[in-house]
């Protein structure tokens, strides 16, 4: 593995970019051997029951509330099946600005990947963590993560484990989109 590897468009490592190569070669090796389902099941057992909108922007303001009292108040949050992993997005904080009576007006948003309805409690956690950090700090920096850190403690892991469960999840799509793509072909074969 060489310093200035860059993953493709369609590879599961592509959510890794930044590790070192040794963590990379852990990963892929798992993947490779088929035991890095297994191992986040056990790491990270623990489904969530936040299914809904309404649900989702209830667990968020009880974080908000506890963290970040201060922030300026969350007016939407909700799952988006549009926010897309190649693209990165897994969660999206926006301020929609409006002209109310002469004042400007912000409304914060904030739209988490609808993935994370099917993933590991401490996964979305991450995520809501992440973007309520974005209503404090805008920028990826220190303070940045200082907050994250301050909101959740495992961040960082949290965030790399997040980042693997994804490579996972896309190599088992991959994989299994390739044998229907086979046994589509074999069956057109055997009609011939």
């Not at 926010?83 to 969660?91: E, F, K």
């Not at 989109?177 to 086979?182: H, K, M, N, P």
Request: charge should be positive; include cysteine; hydrophobic fraction near 35%.
């Amino acid at each position: 593995m060489t310093e200035g590897w860059r993953p493709g468009v369609k590879d599961p490592m592509r959510f890794l970019g930044g590790y070192p190569p040794h963590v990379l070669d852990q990963v892929r090796a798992a993947l490779v051997a088929g035991t890095l389902g297994d191992h986040l099941a056990r790491r990270y057992p623990e489904r969530h029951t936040i299914q809904t909108d309404r649900a989702l922007y209830e667990y968020t303001a009880e974080i908000k509330q506890e963290y970040l009292r201060s922030a300026p108040p969350l007016h939407k949050v909700g799952y988006d099946a549009r926010l897309d992993t190649a693209q990165h997005a897994l969660g999206l904080h926006t301020a929609i600005s409006r002209v109310q009576g002469g004042k400007l007006k912000a409304k914060k948003e904030i739209r988490v990947a609808s993935l994370f309805k099917d993933a590991p409690a401490d996964f979305l956690r991450m995520i809501v963590v992440h973007e309520l950090a974005h209503l404090k700090e805008s920028d990826h920096d220190k303070a940045f993560y200082r907050l994250c850190e301050y909101m959740e403690p495992r961040y960082h892991q949290l965030e790399f484990d997040t980042r693997v469960y994804l490579a996972w999840r896309d190599a088992e799509k991959a994989a299994a989109s390739t044998t229907a793509a086979t046994a589509s072909t074999t069956s057109n074969q055997s009609q011939l």
